[in-house]
């Protein structure tokens, strides 16, 4: 990130800035402890608070943390649980972590926003180690995984639009998501997600995964753009298929179109490589990514290939926080710290120990658990049809584990890339006990 600066009064000594204190008005400001019980709500009154002033979009658990350390969470009663979610594969770190702690207060310290009317140091060195990782082209930075592919879905029917006035087709796979904003939900293959909002964005067009004919018959002369995610997350952590992605990339060679992937949850370290495409071996013109970027803090990203980046102009895109110094300096130190701890490695062996792990239980209980498939740290365990996700969460939680739902009967977990043994051994045995407490 530039100049290190132990304080905060070195750096701004170094811009030639003077002591903020001294332009502060002149009274303490109060302190507040979160830790201080006198400071905390109970979990009843957080929840009478949400319910009267949130819009109740989601069905929340009756938990509220207070804090975490790590690879665990502590909620407001003082319980502990393991956090093999990391807040749905965001907080790729774990939490608290003391270099993005750092990062963050570093830069707090010094400039928030100031949007992107002007340079950014942080925004620069950024896009630049993401661009140096593999992927040879520019960045555009936003807020979130939703922003990142409205993004592309604009890029891409932009692109089209300089082939022809009739190239705007976008291709998808069924099941996929890609967010909830009215772009994303167009391209999200899954009724229950597109139900009640009425006609969607026209000349999308849903091909089922892993259905190779299929694919190569969608996409025609009249295709700007596919996208779809390497391994579907929420779906039900399904890694599609090699041949399925070189098609695809084949496909829109032949026809002149842009190949997306939706890197977003498996991408940032999550798959054991960076991107999830180096797994595969196949290189797309688009990349999306978001959650583990920011380690916790909000950022999205979409990359696009050198050769395809002039196809937005000045003036065709933009955000107002999207890209802002605090969420680009912390992004930047999630990256650093991926390499100075050699991440990447511990993902790849941690994820041969917990699959191992996950697949005895499923040797155990071959009457409950059908298959353990994902890719890297995002590992789903595929249980029976009649044996439903929600509760097993719940029941979950109540002995200290947190995981989330892949689709009716699936459990996705998402640990943090940097867990450790100690932990995964612990939520082995809580899945046991889970397991074993299914009645059929």
Same mark, same amino acid.
């Given at each position: 990130?530039?100049?290190?600066?132990?304080?905060?009064?070195?750096?701004?000594?170094?811009?030639?800035?003077?002591?903020?204190?001294?332009?502060?008005?002149?009274?303490?400001?109060?302190?507040?402890?979160?830790?201080?019980?006198?400071?905390?709500?109970?979990?009843?009154?957080?929840?009478?608070?949400?319910?009267?002033?949130?819009?109740?979009?989601?069905?929340?658990?009756?938990?509220?943390?207070?804090?975490?350390?790590?690879?665990?969470?502590?909620?407001?009663?003082?319980?502990?649980?393991?956090?093999?979610?990391?807040?749905?594969?965001?907080?790729?770190?774990?939490?608290?972590?003391?270099?993005?702690?750092?990062?963050?207060?570093?830069?707090?310290?010094?400039?928030?926003?100031?949007?992107?009317?002007?340079?950014?140091?942080?925004?620069?060195?950024?896009?630049?180690?993401?661009?140096?990782?593999?992927?040879?082209?520019?960045?555009?930075?936003?807020?979130?995984?939703?922003?990142?592919?409205?993004?592309?879905?604009?890029?891409?029917?932009?692109?089209?639009?300089?082939?022809?006035?009739?190239?705007?087709?976008?291709?998808?796979?069924?099941?996929?998501?890609?967010?909830?904003?009215?772009?994303?939900?167009?391209?999200?293959?899954?009724?229950?997600?597109?139900?009640?909002?009425?006609?969607?964005?026209?000349?999308?067009?849903?091909?089922?995964?892993?259905?190779?004919?299929?694919?190569?018959?969608?996409?025609?002369?009249?295709?700007?753009?596919?996208?779809?995610?390497?391994?579907?997350?929420?779906?039900?952590?399904?890694?599609?298929?090699?041949?399925?992605?070189?098609?695809?990339?084949?496909?829109?060679?032949?026809?002149?179109?842009?190949?997306?992937?939706?890197?977003?949850?498996?991408?940032?370290?999550?798959?054991?490589?960076?991107?999830?495409?180096?797994?595969?071996?196949?290189? *797309? @013109?688009?990349? /999306?990514?978001?959650? &583990? $970027? #920011?380690?916790?803090?909000? !950022?999205?990203?979409?990359?696009?290939? =050198?050769?395809?980046?002039?196809?937005?102009?000045?003036?065709?895109?933009?955000?107002?926080?999207?890209?802002?110094?605090?969420?680009?300096?912390?992004?930047?130190?999630?990256?650093?710290?991926?390499?100075?701890?050699?991440?990447?490695?511990?993902?790849?062996?941690?994820?041969?120990?917990?699959?191992?792990?996950?697949?005895?239980?499923?040797?155990?209980? *071959? @009457?409950?658990? /059908?298959?353990?498939? &994902? $890719? #890297?740290?995002?590992?789903? !365990?595929?249980?029976?049809?009649?044996? =439903?996700?929600?509760?097993?969460?719940?029941?979950?939680?109540?002995?200290?584990?947190?995981?989330?739902?892949?689709?009716?009967?699936?459990?996705?977990?998402?640990?943090?890339?940097?867990?450790?043994?100690?932990?995964?051994?612990?939520?082995?045995?809580?899945?046991?006990?889970?397991?074993?407490?299914?009645?059929?």
């Amino acid at each position: 990130m530039g100049e290190e600066f132990k304080t905060a009064e070195s750096a701004r000594e170094f811009v030639g800035l003077p002591d903020m204190n001294a332009l502060a008005p002149a009274h303490e400001p109060r302190q507040r402890n979160a830790f201080d019980p006198a400071e905390r709500l109970t979990l009843k009154e957080i929840r009478e608070l949400d319910e009267k002033y949130v819009l109740q979009t989601y069905a929340r658990m009756p938990v509220a943390f207070q804090y975490g350390a790590g690879d665990h969470l502590y909620d407001t009663e003082g319980k502990e649980y393991i956090d093999f979610l990391s807040g749905i594969a965001v907080t790729a770190l774990g939490h608290a972590h003391s270099d993005l702690i750092a990062a963050l207060n570093q830069q707090a310290e010094m400039l928030w926003h100031t949007s992107n009317l002007f340079f950014n140091q942080q925004q620069a060195q950024l896009a630049r180690a993401l661009v140096e990782i593999n992927f040879p082209g520019k960045v555009f930075f936003c807020n979130s995984g939703t922003e990142a592919n409205e993004a592309a879905l604009k890029f891409m029917r932009a692109y089209g639009q300089t082939k022809s006035p009739a190239r705007q087709k976008v291709v998808a796979v069924k099941d996929g998501f890609h967010g909830r904003t009215f772009g994303a939900l167009s391209i999200t293959g899954q009724d229950k997600i597109q139900k009640g909002f009425g006609e969607i964005l026209g000349h999308i067009e849903f091909v089922a995964a892993d259905d190779i004919a299929g694919l190569s018959a969608a996409i025609d002369s009249n295709t700007c753009g596919v996208i779809f995610e390497p391994v579907q997350g929420e779906s039900g952590v399904i890694p599609l298929s090699s041949d399925f992605l070189k098609i695809a990339r084949a496909r829109c060679n032949e026809e002149g179109a842009l190949l997306c992937f939706d890197e977003i949850q498996i991408g940032m370290g999550r798959s054991g490589h960076y991107f999830a495409y180096q797994h595969y071996g196949v290189l *797309p @013109d688009i990349v /999306t990514m978001a959650k &583990g $970027l #920011g380690g916790g803090f909000p !950022i999205g990203a979409m990359l696009v290939a =050198e050769k395809h980046a002039a196809v937005f102009e000045k003036g065709m895109h933009g955000t107002t926080f999207g890209g802002n110094h605090l969420a680009t300096a912390v992004a930047y130190e999630v990256i650093r710290t991926i390499e100075a701890e050699k991440i990447l490695d511990h993902v790849k062996a941690s994820a041969r120990y917990l699959t191992s792990a996950l697949n005895k239980l499923k040797e155990k209980y *071959p @009457d409950k658990i /059908t298959e353990v498939r &994902g $890719l #890297g740290l995002l590992i789903g !365990i595929v249980f029976v049809d009649s044996i =439903e996700a929600r509760p097993l969460i719940e029941k979950a939680l109540q002995l200290g584990l947190i995981v989330g739902r892949g689709g009716n009967s699936v459990l996705r977990l998402a640990p943090p890339l940097n867990v450790r043994k100690t932990t995964m051994d612990a939520a082995v045995e809580k899945l046991d006990q889970l397991v074993a407490g299914i009645q059929l």
